[in-house]
């Protein structure tokens, strides 16, 4: 499994995000698209991305009926991303039927990967507002159990999660993980951070790192800079 750093192209566009890949002329880095630019701009833009050689986590976080996932997902395979995401809270029969939808005649599929508990979701709010009275660490590790079950590849977790769910799970399970910072950089809006070298220490395989590149004075260099720290190239 390699090891890489994914940059969450966060714009509300595609003007804005070609010139931000603009100016990579190096290296062609993994990137993740949200919702926000997927609505915006819709398949369109993971075909341009995809065609100037960039891999592509799409996160679009179905969660649906199976057969409902299961055809969405089979759409988003023939869009050719690498990565793609699912709730595990749509249960273990979803995410067998996203498995299935998104696999391809011959046998491939992108990696699938699993959100867990968004890092949103307090221990508190899921008692209280969603009456699942266990430690909110217990349903971490149970929904990413039943992904496993279903047959997916990871999870996307806080980096302070990875341990854990690796533990449960065995190391080849993947874990996907935000909640990035330089060690003298902004933390901004994000709560529970760490830098890409404890990520790399903690068993993360990939991190999703956004504006500490996107938002850098040299979003080049502060890409190499986590390449560096994390995959130690
Ligand atoms: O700019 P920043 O590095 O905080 O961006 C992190 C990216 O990862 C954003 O696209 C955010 O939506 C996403 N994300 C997150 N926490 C999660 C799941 C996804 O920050 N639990």
Redesign the pocket.
């Known amino acids: 499994m390699g090891k890489d750093v994914i940059i969450?192209c966060?714009f509300a566009g595609a003007e804005q995000t070609f010139a931000f890949l603009d100016k990579f002329r190096d290296e062609k880095p993994f990137v993740?698209i949200?919702m926000e630019l997927f609505y915006a701009e819709g398949p369109q833009i993971v075909k341009e991305i995809k065609s100037r050689g960039h891999k592509i986590f799409l996160d679009l976080k179905l969660h649906d009926i199976p057969n409902t996932v299961k055809k969405s997902m089979a759409v988003l395979s023939k869009l050719d991303v690498d990565m793609t995401n699912l709730h595990a809270a749509g249960t273990i029969d979803m995410m067998k039927a996203a498995v299935e939808g998104l696999t391809r005649e011959d046998g491939t599929r992108p990696l699938l990967i699993a959100v867990t508990q968004?890092?949103s979701t307090s221990e508190e709010r899921m008692q209280n507002e969603l009456l699942i009275n266990a430690p909110i660490n217990d349903t971490i590790v149970k929904y990413a159990l039943n992904a496993k079950e279903a047959g997916l590849d990871g999870v996307?977790c806080?980096p302070l999660e990875a341990g854990m769910v690796k533990e449960a799970c065995g190391k080849d399970f993947m874990t996907v993980t935000?909640?990035?910072r330089f060690a003298d950089g902004d933390v901004?809006d994000?709560v529970r951070v760490t830098t890409p070298a404890k990520a790399k220490e903690i068993g993360s395989d990939y991190i999703?790192?956004?504006?500490?590149i996107t938002a850098a004075d040299d979003p080049v260099a502060a890409y190499r800079r986590c390449v560096k720290e994390f995959v130690g190239e």
């Open positions: 969450a966060d993740k949200g968004l890092t996307v806080s935000p909640g990035v901004g994000q999703v790192v956004g504006r500490p």
